[in-house]
């Protein structure tokens, strides 16, 4: 490879599996002092045919077999995350290799919710396909028949069953704050099985921090029970230490409420709903204002796990705030996630413009104060959505938004990024790095939010993590002069130590109590 691309967040880097003895090595670190000139055998590929393989896991080992467990996609795709197979075979303990003929995929690849007849629904969505990176480390059941593990399911993390003899999907229905029922809306995570055959678990919702808690052992789950359960643990929304009396005022529950919300679009040519989340501050009288937030990505999804920053804007901005899973997400489907390659700018933005039309159309919105707020490509939509819609978004907030792409594409470390949302699947080749031709500029060009500049009115808050290799400072920097030039009210956050995610706690507390400001002054 001529070009070593960035790897963080980037699920779609070719990824193996490979196999070799490691005897000798370990004889070598347990007895360094030794002479030892036998070597191990060489190493195996044993998903030679496979362009994504990866989470290799083990069920406990009988009769010198166990079963091989491993998530796949064997086309592999272009954009950053994707949905993935789950696929098993026999192996052989002593070989050290799958045994021949026992591979078996055991839940494919979906394209669309409702393709499977399996699994119910979660959130009124049918089971849209396996959205994780990684197996659970201990995901086999004690007697080898079931792995359970966490996908996103829509706009909702979903601990589920998997049978291994037939595939079949059942989520695991449990409430921590409920022992005898079930939350359909609660995002939920695995963290690990016990002994007895029960799982230690997680569960937050977007105004609830996370729960820490224990459900019982799961035997012939299936979506019509509720496994009991139990909280181990109610963490708060902030941890005091031992330097600080510090108590949050944030008390779960309080505050806010949120509700899943769900838009059929007539635009674009794969029709699934637009999932998003709706934060409503308690007590709320009349038409809100309104933030909207595009998740960054594009490829991932906005749940409805606990994140103190937009409780904060909500609680004590008293703010409507917006989520908007656009199609481009995961956990949406396959066909759903890739309809968005090469169609950036456009499908994402009327999608994004649509949920928020549905909350002002539902009387919950001021149509008149309604801002934008997003990083990375949430930057990116929220440059756009300024430019093409600015009679409805009337201020924005941008954490290291990607404004040119066309300035972008040889700067980023995640080049491929550019040509794949802008032209499409395979139009980048990642064992041959070459500049861009001067046709592919003009898209990329077209599809940046730059393209729009001269509609923008908004009051526009820009923040910079100097030190970013994602989206180059750069690029804030050249949409901020573009705008100061055309005297749009500006202000830009320049944070020297942070890096793309802006996450620095000192940085990351700064630029929240600037955004809340910036909407309390434009909004």
Avoid at 312 to 323: D, E, F, I, N, Q
Avoid at 427 to 456: C, Q, T
């Amino acid at each position: 490879m001529p070009r070593r691309l960035g790897a963080i967040y980037c699920f779609q880097r070719p990824c193996k599996i490979y196999s070799s003895p490691v005897s000798e090595l370990l004889q070598r670190l347990a007895n360094p002092s030794a002479d030892m000139e036998k070597g191990d055998a060489s190493f195996v590929c044993i998903t030679p045919n496979d362009r994504l393989a990866r989470s290799p896991r083990f069920s406990k080992p009988s009769v010198g077999t166990a079963k091989l467990a491993y998530l796949c996609n064997s086309k592999g795709f272009d954009t950053h995350g994707g949905c993935m197979s789950l696929q098993t075979g026999e192996w052989d303990m002593t070989q050290g290799l799958v045994i021949d003929g026992s591979r078996k995929v055991v839940v494919d690849v979906v394209q669309l919710p409702g393709d499977r007849e399996d699994g119910g629904k979660v959130a009124g969505m049918n089971f849209p396909g396996l959205f994780l990176n990684q197996l659970p480390t201990d995901c086999f059941s004690h007697d080898g028949k079931f792995i359970t593990l966490t996908t996103e399911w829509g706009s909702v993390n979903k601990v589920v069953s998997i049978s291994l003899n037939d595939g079949t999907i059942s989520p695991i229905n449990f409430d921590l704050l409920n022992s005898e029922g079930f939350s359909d809306s609660a995002s939920q995570q695995l963290m690990c099985l016990t002994e007895d055959g029960g799982a230690i678990v997680t569960q937050s919702e977007a105004n609830r921090p996370t729960l820490l808690g224990y459900i019982q052992p799961l035997l012939d789950v299936n979506r019509q029970n509720v496994s009991p359960s139990r909280v181990l643990a109610n963490l708060p929304p902030i941890s005091s230490s031992s330097f600080s009396s510090f108590k949050p005022d944030l008390k779960p529950g309080n505050g806010y409420t949120y509700r899943i919300m769900s838009t059929q679009p007539d635009h674009g040519d794969v029709k699934v709903p637009v999932g998003s989340v709706l934060l409503l501050p308690e007590n709320a009288k009349g038409k809100l204002p309104l933030i909207v937030v595009p998740h960054g990505g594009p490829h991932t999804c906005m749940s409805t796990m606990f994140v103190p920053s937009y409780g904060y804007l909500c609680k004590h901005g008293r703010y409507a705030v917006l989520h908007v899973n656009f199609r481009g997400s995961t956990g949406f489907g396959q066909a759903a996630l890739e309809s968005l390659a090469g169609n950036a700018g456009w499908l994402d933005v009327l999608d994004v413009v649509a949920a928020t039309r549905a909350v002002i159309d539902a009387g919950i919105a001021d149509p008149d104060r309604v801002g934008i707020c997003g990083g990375s490509h949430g930057g990116f939509l929220a440059g756009h959505c300024i430019g093409q819609h600015p009679d409805l978004f009337k201020v924005a907030a941008m954490r290291n938004p990607c404004t040119n792409i066309a300035s972008m594409v040889t700067a980023t470390d995640i080049p491929d990024w550019c040509y794949v949302e802008t032209l499409g699947p395979g139009n980048y080749n990642f064992s041959d790095f070459r500049p861009p031709s001067k046709e592919e500029l003009d898209v990329m060009w077209d599809k940046s939010p730059i393209a729009y500049l001269e509609h923008v009115t908004a009051p526009t808050l820009m923040a910079l993590g100097m030190k970013d290799k994602r989206v180059p400072p750069s690029q804030g920097i050249e949409y901020y002069h573009a705008l100061r030039a055309q005297s749009v009210p500006t202000k830009l956050l320049v944070y020297e130590d942070c890096d793309h995610a802006i996450d620095i706690v000192i940085s990351e507390a700064d630029f929240w109590i600037n955004t809340k400001k910036w909407f309390d002054q434009h909004l």
